[in-house]
């Protein structure tokens, strides 16, 4: 226990060291406040409309701005951060789910189950997926949480593989197969000594994956594929900000410096962990 | 060597037949027939219109056709646009946006390479720091807002290009080539960059040096050839994302190439426009993920004896 915690705490160390990891995490647990408490730090609701008003620039009763429908920008960006890192947490879970366990049976099975498994993986790795979820959209409707479940079953793929690969390394260690000599059942084997010896590599990956998959999000609802109105997210704003940058240029940007800046920030923390948890890659 | 690349190949046909078929089954799946939409049609009209696009046949056979008619390069005629084929308008548009992903790739390539490689040779310095940190903004930025933002800035504020359409105006190809080419710049210069190092760090490089190689011929007779191999090996996928960047880019400029298609497509229900266009990019990413695969093997010298 004592070797596992030094680790961790190496790393900890590490991160802290790291400014821009750590400027990248004190923006991402800002932004998760706000949005967390979005209903009640925002000055109106996100459906509020003011029609008479309509689109007036930034101003000290409407800090951003408001859109052509009289709607206050600031509220319409704290409640579109709730859908953003919605999609980004829920679907990075749901890749998560599917890629660890796909990839630890993969690679303690061995054999046959795990190059089929394995081949399985690389016939959808070639797969347009992009072109694929869109499709869904179009025929299931646009459903928010079909939105959630496709782009996460999409994104586990890269997971499965990286998780396999931590596997098959760790499989012949002594440990395992002093576990295995000593009769422990294969859940516990997961949970007790597979589980946290892959969670460096899975947590890396995982905050890399949450801005590709708010980028898809923010993609498709661009597109008009994703969120439909009056809901919002980042993607929305910067659409309806698009129809309008030639008139009201704050509409769009004002939520494309909060994309921007969250994506830096995730993108930032992730390679920060990652350095942290493997000091071998940094250089 | 062979033996590889014809076992990328037999894998390459079961994942295509089963790409067509899942989206063949999944748009019949979906809701509604193809002609109930805007305006309600009478019974007789509907009857009419199923039998002549073959509709009442039982399921197994029209999958059939359609397979069969893939492979001759038919893929059926458009719900949306009668009397014209969902061939005829993938042709009208690929030729578009095949020039927009050339001029994007191109200029992806050069700035990525040129600034990854310079990078690379010129490690911790500012011509390092100062590309690479571009690099990040490239890739943290996506593609729907670049391109607005570029249109803010050249087109309407300094009135220098146009904000829209292709191969009307002189110049409206460079803001959309630059928005789609952009993010890949970024890719490539942090691919040639780690590529580059890991490269130039090996035994033979010091070697050539030894032997008295100029510093111009080490770098680009040996280390490029392998330090580039990421970036050949990328190439393959960046087409899958060059074809979802290519419906956003032209959304925002307004050019009529498939990737807008594909998407007016998706918001009148064309579905055998989207069956289709989704077979037809569905190949093109097989086929380019299999050549960038083939291409980075041959690149590499290890793989290439066994």
Partial sequence: ?283 | MLGIFLRRILLAIPVLIAVASITFFLVRLAPGGPFDADKAVSEQVLKNLNEAYNLNAPLSEQYFDYMSGILVGDFGPSFRFPGRSVTELIMTGLPVTFELAIYSMLIALFIGILSGVTAALKRNTFLDYIPMSIAMIGICVPTFLLGPLLVLIFGINLELLPVSGWGQLPGDKILPSLTLGFAYAAYIARLSRGGMLEILNQDFIRTARAKGLSEKMVVIKHAMQGGLIPVVSFLGPAVAGLLAGSFVVETIFQIPGLGRFYVEAAFNRDYTMILGTTIFFSFMIVFFNLLSDIVALWLNPRSRDT
């Fill in chain 1, 1 to 283: 226990m004592s070797q596992s915690s030094s680790l961790w705490s190496d790393a900890i160390r590490r991160l802290f060291k790291n400014k821009a990891a750590v400027a990248g995490a004190v923006v991402l647990v800002v932004l998760i406040v706000l949005a967390a408490f979005a209903p009640w730090i925002a000055p109106y609701p996100y459906a509020y409309q003011n029609l008479d008003l309509g689109a007036s620039p930034p101003s000290s009763a409407h800090l951003l701005g408001t859109d052509v429908l009289g709607r206050d920008l600031l509220s319409r960006i704290l409640y579109g951060a709730r859908i953003s890192l919605l999609v980004g947490f829920i679907a990075t879970t749901v890749a998560l789910v599917i890629g660890v366990s796909w990839g630890i049976i993969a690679g303690y099975s061995g054999g046959k189950v795990d190059s089929v498994m394995m081949r399985i993986v690389d016939i959808l790795y070639g797969l347009p997926f992009i072109i694929f979820i869109i499709l869904l959209m179009v025929i299931f409707g646009r459903n928010l949480w079909l939105l959630f479940l496709a782009i996460g079953a999409v994104e586990w793929l890269t997971m499965a593989r990286i998780v396999r690969a931590q596997v098959l390394s760790l499989k012949n260690q002594e440990f395992v197969l002093a576990a295995q000599a000593m009769g422990v059942s294969n859940f516990a084997m997961f949970k007790r000594h597979l589980l946290p010896n892959i969670l460096g590599p899975v947590a890396v990956y995982a905050t890399l994956t949450i801005p590709q998959v708010m980028l898809l999000e923010s993609f498709l609802s661009f597109l008009g594929l994703g969120i439909q109105p009056p809901m919002s997210s980042w993607g929305t704003l910067i659409k309806d900000g698009v129809e309008s940058m030639e008139e009201y240029s704050w509409l769009l940007i004002y939520p494309g410096l909060t994309f921007t800046i969250t994506l830096f920030a995730l993108n930032f923390f992730g390679d920060g962990l990652r350095d942290a948890l493997d000091p071998k890659t940094s250089e």
